[in-house]
């Protein structure tokens, strides 16, 4: 099976405000994403401040500004880059296991979400949307990812390209949106739980995802 990555993708409203293209500017870039990844895990998104993120990437807040429109707009570029991250990591595990069914899909993509849970900064809080609410605090935190789509639903239509032909049946775009609200749902269980992610309720991640899924006809 070859992993396929292209989508469609609309920029949420609170969109990044210029990509950066100079290597000096890149450097910034991944420099403020990564304080703000830490910070997360200290003060957790609440408590998250522009102004403390500048500070510990040590560039000035209008460095800052230029990239971003603000706070949702720099956790919105911090989900992706979680999101591009995981899609790219979970490729090198398909590529390696290949040939991979959907029952094995499922295992290398939340054997990887999980990894990440437990190994990447900042995404306890973030990973591809907020773990937990931040009131009054965004505008639209459910559509850090995409315009149109809700998290949930855009990281479902990036792993659909992902898995190519193994989702090509019409119904599985449905299917797959489902099982996301599951796994997000039981995944969160498990780590409220337990930091590291109870192992019971991963194995029964996997076992409820692998049967759903297993009842969508082939394409």
Same mark, same amino acid.
């Given at each position: 099976?070859? $992993?396929?990555?292209?989508?469609?993708h609309r920029p949420p409203s609170g969109a990044v405000r210029r990509? %950066?293209?100079?290597?000096?500017?890149? !450097?910034?870039?991944?420099?403020?994403?990564?304080?703000? #990844?830490?910070?997360?895990?200290?003060?957790?998104?609440?408590?998250?401040?522009?102004? !403390?993120?500048?500070?510990? $990437?040590?560039?000035?807040?209008?460095?800052?500004?230029?990239?971003?429109?603000?706070?949702?707009?720099?956790?919105?570029?911090?989900?992706?880059?979680?999101? !591009?991250?995981?899609? #790219?990591?979970?490729?090198?595990?398909?590529?390696?296991?290949?040939?991979?069914?959907? %029952?094995?899909?499922?295992?290398?993509?939340?054997?990887?979400?999980?990894?990440?849970?437990?190994?990447?900064?900042?995404?306890?809080?973030?990973?591809?949307?907020?773990?937990?609410?931040?009131?009054?605090?965004?505008?639209?935190?459910?559509?850090?990812?995409?315009r149109d789509l809700d998290n949930n639903a855009a990281v479902a !239509?990036?792993?659909?390209?992902?898995?190519?032909?193994?989702?090509?049946?019409?119904?599985?775009?449905?299917?797959?949106?489902?099982?996301?609200?599951?796994?997000?749902?039981?995944?969160?269980?498990?780590?409220?739980?337990?930091?590291?992610?109870? %192992?019971?309720?991963? #194995?029964?991640?996997?076992?409820?995802?692998?049967?759903?899924?297993?009842?969508? %006809?082939?394409?």
């Amino acid at each position: 099976m070859k $992993a396929q990555t292209g989508t469609d993708h609309r920029p949420p409203s609170g969109a990044v405000r210029r990509r %950066p293209v100079q290597q000096r500017s890149q !450097e910034r870039y991944e420099r403020l994403l990564d304080a703000c #990844a830490g910070l997360l895990d200290e003060v957790g998104p609440t408590a998250l401040t522009t102004k !403390e993120v500048a500070h510990r $990437a040590q560039v000035p807040i209008g460095t800052l500004y230029q990239f971003f429109s603000g706070k949702e707009s720099l956790l919105g570029a911090l989900a992706e880059r979680n999101l !591009e991250s995981f899609l #790219a990591r979970l490729a090198v595990r398909i590529e390696a296991a290949e040939p991979v069914g959907i %029952p094995g899909f499922v295992d290398l993509a939340v054997d990887e979400f999980v990894a990440m849970k437990r190994s990447v900064a900042g995404f306890g809080h973030l990973d591809f949307g907020l773990v937990g609410s931040v009131p009054g605090d965004l505008r639209d935190d459910q559509h850090l990812l995409d315009r149109d789509l809700d998290n949930n639903a855009a990281v479902a !239509e990036r792993i659909g390209a992902l898995g190519g032909e193994l989702f090509a049946y019409p119904g599985f775009a449905l299917a797959l949106r489902v099982a996301l609200e599951c796994a997000d749902a039981v995944l969160k269980l498990a780590f409220r739980l337990d930091p590291q992610g109870d %192992p019971a309720l991963i #194995a029964e991640c996997k076992r409820l995802l692998r049967g759903y899924l297993a009842e969508r %006809p082939a394409a």
